[in-house]
């Protein structure tokens, strides 16, 4: 891959995950778990659901819960399991 390409790359992964900061805020006024809210980002992008890409997407989508919450953004409930919705 050359210098320019990984720029690209990287542009382009740095606005998914402002998307992302901006969308799962929007997601979240229904309380969801982790594996459902991976699954209504999936959709809202297209990607067909997979046992691997549903993995793959929860290891970063962790990290941006955790931003999140630590931004006092989003917060979590114990609703039948842990749950995350967008603080009042």
């Known amino acids: 891959m050359s210098g320019e390409e ?7 992964n740095m606005k998914r995950v402002e998307g992302l900061e ?25 990607v067909k659901v997979t046992p691997q890409k549903l993995a793959l ?4 989508l962790r990290a941006i819960i955790a931003e999140l919450y630590n931004e006092g953004k989003i ?14």
Do not use: C, Q
């Open 6 to 12: 990984a720029l690209k790359l990287l542009d382009f």
């Open 22 to 46: 901006a969308l799962i805020p929007r997601l979240l006024r229904t309380p969801m778990s982790l594996d459902e809210l991976a699954f209504k980002i999936m959709g809202h992008y297209g």
């Open 57 to 60: 997407n929860l290891v970063p």
């Open 75 to 88: 917060e979590a409930v114990a609703d039948n399991g842990l749950k995350w919705r967008t603080a009042p």
